[in-house]
């Protein structure tokens, strides 16, 4: 199985700031990850696929960056609306896996 | 709109059976390849199985192998998830998501989730 580790587990920050999370995958997965945002008591949202295609309707903030083993996704502004909690997910192979979450708190 | 709705969740004992299902509606279910996500309370999002737009591919997570059974009724346009031998480790709000599709490729990603239906396993 693939295993995607994020980091930081926890990540503290005020409005405007740039935010970056990192995800790193057990192996190559070429480009094959998604990231998701999810609020408590929420589904989770459809950021990015394919490491760095802008899901429609997401701001254009959002933004995902790599290949290969390692991810980022970075949000270049932070927004009050953008404390949450973020995963990240391979879809090279099955079983899909996903990080063990980053959540973003304010500062 | 584009709705996941599941439903089936509950309270079961160590060993009991449940059956999850999910109506699919503002879109063409039968072209979608569908997917079960769970989360156990105050922790992150598993994979737990997938299912093909026809049935012929299906997937689990070896954590529920052999105990659940994904299927899907696309002239009902719902999923379905049906859940034996449960753990208490199985208990999770179960969310059903749709695989997503551009109009030109489908990825790995999940575009339409539902709220998630909550089971608990305990005696």
């Known amino acids: 199985d693939i295993q995607m580790t994020q980091s930081p587990s926890t990540l503290s920050a005020s409005v405007g700031d740039r935010v970056t999370i990192t995800c790193r995958a057990s192996?190559?997965?070429?480009?094959?990850l998604a990231w998701y945002q999810q609020k408590p008591g929420k589904a989770p949202i459809l950021l990015i696929f394919d490491a760095s295609s802008l899901e429609s309707g997401v701001p254009s903030r959002f933004s995902g960056s790599g290949s290969g083993a390692e991810f980022t996704l970075t949000i270049s502004s932070l927004q009050p609306d953008d404390f949450a909690t973020y995963y990240c997910?391979?879809?090279?192979?099955?079983?899909?896996?996903f990080g063990q979450g980053t959540k973003v708190e304010i500062k | 709109e584009v709705q996941l709705v599941e439903s089936g969740g509950g309270l079961v004992k160590p060993g009991g059976s449940l059956r999850l299902s999910c109506a699919a509606s503002?879109?063409?279910?039968?072209?979608?390849?569908m997917n079960w996500v769970r989360q156990a309370p105050g922790k992150g999002l598993e994979w737990v199985s997938s299912i093909s737009s026809s049935s012929s591919y299906i997937y689990y997570a070896d954590s529920v192998k052999g105990r659940f059974t994904i299927s899907r009724d696309n002239a009902k346009n719902s999923l379905y998830l049906q859940m034996n031998s449960l753990r208490a480790e199985d208990t999770a709000l179960y969310y059903c998501?749709?695989?997503?599709?551009?109009?030109?490729?489908?990825?790995?990603?999940?575009?339409?989730w539902g709220q998630g239906t909550m089971v608990t396993v305990s005696s």
């Open positions: 997910q391979q879809y090279k192979s099955y079983p899909r896996t």
């Open positions: 998501a749709r695989r997503y599709c551009s109009s030109t490729s489908c990825y790995g990603a999940f575009d339409i």
């Open positions: 192996q190559s997965i070429n480009n094959w």
């Open positions: 503002g879109f063409t279910f039968s072209t979608y390849s």
